[in-house]
């Protein structure tokens, strides 16, 4: 049962609600708006009908329309242009830990990030602690290096015995000595975990970025993590029916001086004869 109510005296029976509802479980009843009783389990509780009231009738699991925060400007459209075109990844970290106050208002702008049927299953494993990190890093390269020596990497996967070796000699090509590390995971099961992950991951990338903070998407230590040693995500609570993936994250120890070129290499339009052409 959803705990979702329409306040009478605010609803001016606009029908914004209604149009905006997703799943369309809301009417209008003699001009107030009230959800549909039999399609009640439908509602994905994505909050639209709350956020687009004009005049905040509506209230949510416990969520008021007065709590929420008023919308202010966007970032200029050169702002986010700059960002997106200046974000690079960072693979040499400063050994210096990210503030807890940091810390926090990334992991709480994960919540806003989209999901397929806004399920949120994503799970958010954070490596806040710095030595967690160091102790995390190397009971995963011993345990890559033991299945070297093992014979026993899994196919596709014989290039984590020179990464072993690397580490052993100092040098971190999985980790990059980065202080902290995020893996969102979700169940495979759910309606497009691999999108969930990536979008959350992408999100967090950008507003870190924005904040000083150097990033790396790290598909080494996600192969590492869910291939070579699953023992370690089990035992930092990852289910075994998740998809995941790792992002390395801190100060960073490089400084770039100019943005990289690119252009787009595979971009096609769609023409009125549902074929397509080059860009
Ligand atoms: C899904 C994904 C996985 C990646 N995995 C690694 C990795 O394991 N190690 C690494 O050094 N870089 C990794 N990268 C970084 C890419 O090499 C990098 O994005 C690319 O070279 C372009 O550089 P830029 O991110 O600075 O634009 C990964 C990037 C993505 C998107």
């Excluded at 070579?228 to 995941?244: F, K, N, Q, T, Y």
Aim: hydrophobic fraction near 45%; include cysteine.
């Amino acid at each position: 049962m959803l705990q979702w109510q329409v306040d009478e005296d605010r609803c001016v029976g606009c029908g914004e609600c209604v149009t905006e509802c997703p799943v369309g479980i809301i009417e209008l009843r003699d001009g107030v708006a009230g959800i549909l009783p039999h399609r009640e389990k439908a509602c994905l509780q994505c909050q639209h009908c709350l956020a687009v009231c004009p005049v905040g009738a509506f209230s949510m699991a416990g969520v008021q329309p007065d709590a929420c925060a008023p919308l202010g400007e966007m970032p200029a459209p050169e702002a986010m242009d700059r960002l997106l075109r200046q974000r690079r990844s960072c693979r040499r970290f400063a050994q210096k830990p990210v503030e807890p106050a940091l810390f926090q208002r990334l992991v709480e702008a994960l919540a806003y990030a989209p999901t397929g049927k806004n399920v949120r299953a994503t799970r958010f494993t954070v490596v806040d602690d710095a030595s967690v990190m160091e102790r995390l890093r190397h009971t995963v390269m011993e345990g890559v290096a033991r299945a070297a020596a093992d014979g026993t990497l899994p196919e596709g996967l014989g290039f984590f015995a020179a990464l072993a070796r690397r580490f052993a000699e100092g040098q971190d090509l999985v980790f990059r000595k980065a202080p902290h590390m995020i893996i969102a995971s979700s169940p495979k099961g759910g309606p497009s975990p691999e999108a969930d992950v990536y979008i959350a991951l992408a999100q967090l990338e950008l507003l870190a970025q924005s904040l000083g903070l150097g990033t790396l998407w790290c598909g080494f230590a996600t192969w590492a993590i869910q291939a070579v040693v699953p023992h370690v995500a089990r035992s930092l609570g990852i289910p075994e029916d998740h998809v995941m993936y790792v992002m390395l994250l801190g100060y960073p120890a490089v400084r770039f001086h100019r943005a990289v070129q690119r252009e787009i290499r595979h971009s096609f339009r769609v023409t009125l004869d549902l074929q397509s052409q080059p860009w």
